[in-house]
């Protein structure tokens, strides 16, 4: 009988332990430290931004001084700059710009009317309310949130205040149309008006 046991293999040369490659801290932290907002805009599109938004700011101020009625509120500036800075977003579009602060100002002085006192907690209210009416109705546009505030705090008379807004918000949206022309890699705008 003969004997089939094979001889036993010989271990495999040892090898030294592989390291894993280090991160170093600097690359880690440069990791970390890097945005991840999208990239800046052209020169000439924040140049025709820039030039837009004053053009519709100083033409509110101007028409103001005109009439001897403030255009030019501090929301109305939080609006110019989703229309210059943000053009495609739905909180920039016509029905958003005018419905919101038209709704949200209806929102403040109805406020005002029902609790009847202007207090904080009052103005707290209208912002809120403010916030769900552009929401019920469509017309969600952030600044205008502010609108409501002002309403109830200054108490502005309300056929004129409306009548100015609506005046503001009609000037900055359609100086908001010349944008493409001036430089046409900048969005269309509008992308809707109703």
């Known amino acids: 009988m003969t004997n089939t046991t094979t001889p036993p293999t010989p271990p495999p040369p040892t090898q030294p332990p592989t390291r894993r490659p280090t991160r170093r801290p600097t690359r880690r932290l ?5 945005s991840k907002a999208p990239p800046r805009p ?11 938004a004053t053009l519709a700011l100083t033409t509110l101020a101007t ?19 989703l229309l210059y800075g943000a053009p495609q977003l739905p909180l920039s579009q016509p029905r958003n710009v005018i419905g919101g602060q ?22 707290a209210l ?10 019920l109705t ?7 949130a502010a609108t409501a505030i002002i309403t109830t705090t200054t108490q502005p008379p309300t056929l004129p205040f409306l009548t100015t807004l ?4 009609l000037t900055l949206t359609l100086i908001t149309t010349l944008r493409p022309k001036i430089d046409p890699t900048t969005p269309t705008y509008p992308q809707y008006w109703w």
Do not use: D, E, W
């Open 102 to 123: 038209l709704i949200s100002a209806l929102t403040g002085y109805t406020t005002l009317t029902l609790t009847g006192t202007p207090t904080p907690y009052t103005a």
């Open 126 to 135: 209208a912002g809120a309310l403010a916030l769900t009416t552009m929401t």
């Open 63 to 81: 028409l103001g001084t005109l009439l001897h009625q403030p255009l030019l509120i501090p929301p109305l500036a939080a609006t110019a700059a």
């Open 166 to 169: 609506t005046l503001s918000t």
């Open 138 to 144: 469509r017309t969600n546009h952030s600044p205008a």
């Open 42 to 52: 052209k020169p000439t599109t924040i140049l025709t931004n820039t030039l837009t």
């Open 30 to 34: 440069t990791q970390r430290l890097t």
